[in-house]
């Protein structure tokens, strides 16, 4: 079978060496439930990477980035933790954060399926001299199942070989070669999380109808392979937003994939038209769907990207991990053997819940910075689209019926999947050329 989406995101902690000025750039905020969270986070990260690579295609995994935050989250403390907190929709109350991060690795769980083909894996590298404290080793592996694993980053080799091999075996062997360059020698914890889906749609595109047919990007005309498909679909049509937006199914009853488009791509590009959306309206959208009648034309494509999120989450608020000897991620490594016994006793009370928040924050504020800082973060998606499903193909007679809404993907469009249990995005697109 077919992959259908696989994600990679490695989040790569060096030891800090010296120290730059940085400056701090406006933050965003976030409330509500920790799907809503997550997937406004994904909305704003793919806005601002789309102002970072202007009119090109952007691909995604909100839910594989936000993992990896969340579990970076968990090992800060101070102005670093804040800043991850409210980049994702999380609290700055430590207290109030075990519910979220709880909450959110149950979603994640259930996110893994045998019968769906959804395969969710978190896992950390951590270099061999580097105390992983013990607490946050017990904590990830029960609330987001990360593995743990000591390799040694000084043999630079070595730690690629053993990180592609684990990229490949969460993967379904459909990554096969993440990291290309060695990781700097100075590295002390790679986190990694990796999310695979293949699924099929439940009412298949009709192959004998997939015709090259004009794309309009924003800058020229290319021809696509354009897949047909017609029938009754989940359709709105939001005159005050300017758009419409249909719902296309998976056949595991629990996946959909849903594309929004300008409704006048002449008179409102997909930029202008996703700077109006946010995750409460898009929901409000999926809430005012209805069955109608429906011939759609979709590219069949290949996706692939491969970046550096680094500049991205700075632009969304979340400087201070990058930056050396302000990111503190002294909940996650330890820095000092003598103050061992104090500081495991502290954040012993913490995972206990036991104490008042402030407090127990004042005293987590107050370990040891470790002394290291993220030096990337390294994204890789691959995800296809075809017109393969299950379901014996109906009649294709009908196609050209009347009174049909037409939902024409032959412009630049947002397209993302959701898990309906969950409502997790998995994985979401700006795709301005499916021949990119
Ligand atoms: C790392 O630890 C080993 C023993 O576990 C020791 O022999 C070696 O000198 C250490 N290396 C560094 C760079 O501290
Ligand atoms: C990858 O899978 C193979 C075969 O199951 C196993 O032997 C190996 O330890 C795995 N490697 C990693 C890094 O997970
Ligand atoms: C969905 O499609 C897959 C792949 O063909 C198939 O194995 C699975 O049984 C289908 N599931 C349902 C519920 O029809």
């Known amino acids: ?26 933050s965003i905020a976030i409330k509500g439930t920790t799907d809503m969270g997550i997937n406004n986070f994904g909305l704003n990260l793919l806005k601002t990477m789309m102002k970072q690579n202007e009119n090109h295609n952007v691909v995604i995994s909100p839910t594989g980035i936000a993992g990896l935050l969340a579990m970076t989250l968990l090992g800060s403390t101070g102005e670093t933790y804040n800043e991850i907190a409210q ?36 896992g950390l590298f951590v270099n061999r001299n580097t105390t992983l ?12 199942k990360g593995e743990a694993f000591v390799t040694d980053f000084g043999d630079t080799d070595e730690a690629k070989t053993v990180i592609n091999e684990w990229v490949k075996n969460h993967t379904q062997n459909r990554i096969e070669n993440f990291l290309q360059q060695p990781l ?15 699924g099929q749609w439940s009412h298949p595109f009709i192959p004998e109808y997939t015709k090259q047919l004009p794309f309009q990007t924003p800058t020229k005309e290319v021809l696509v392979d354009l897949m047909a498909n017609f029938g009754q679909f989940n359709y709105v049509f939001s005159i005050e937003n ?27 590009t997909i930029t202008e038209l996703l700077n109006r ?71 012993t009370r913490i995972s206990a819940g036991d104490g008042e928040s402030r407090t127990l924050k004042q005293m987590v504020d107050r370990l040891m910075n470790p002394g290291v800082h993220v030096d990337s973060v390294m994204h890789e998606v691959k995800m296809s689209v075809d017109e393969f499903g299950t379901e014996a193909v ?28 969950t409502k997790l995005v998995t994985f979401s697109a700006v795709v301005y050329d499916p021949t990119e």
């Open 87 to 122: 980049l994702i929709g999380f609290s700055e109350d430590i207290l109030k954060n075990r519910m979220y991060h709880e909450d959110f690795g149950t979603r994640l769980q259930s996110l893994n399926s045998k019968e769906t083909m959804t395969l969710y894996a978190n």
């Open 277 to 347: 959306l946010d995750f409460e309206k898009i929901d409000n959208l999926i809430n005012q769907m209805s069955r109608k009648k429906c011939v759609i034309r979709f590219p069949k494509m290949e996706l692939e990207s491969k970046l550096d999120l680094k500049e991205a989450l700075k632009a969304l608020g979340a400087q201070s991990m990058f930056t050396p000897g302000v990111a503190n991620f002294a909940v996650m490594l330890e820095s000092d053997e003598a103050a061992k016994d104090t500081e495991d006793n502290l954040i």
């Open 184 to 198: 700097p020698i100075s590295t002390k914890a790679v986190l990694l999380s990796a999310l695979y889906y293949s």
């Open 1 to 26: 079978m077919k992959y259908l989406v696989c994600v990679i995101t490695a989040l790569c902690i060096v030891s800090t060496i010296q120290l730059e000025e940085e400056t701090t750039e406006n």
């Open 394 to 421: 109906a009649a294709t007679s009908a196609l050209m019926a009347r009174s049909a809404e037409t939902f024409y993907a032959d412009s630049p469009f947002y397209m993302f999947i959701r898990n309906e249990n």
């Open 242 to 268: 300017g758009l419409h937006m249909i719902q296309l199914p998976y056949n595991d009853s629990v996946t959909s994939m849903y594309v929004i488009k300008p409704r006048f791509p002449k008179t409102t």
């Open 133 to 144: 404290r013990q607490v946050y080793q017990t904590y990830l592996e029960r609330v987001y």
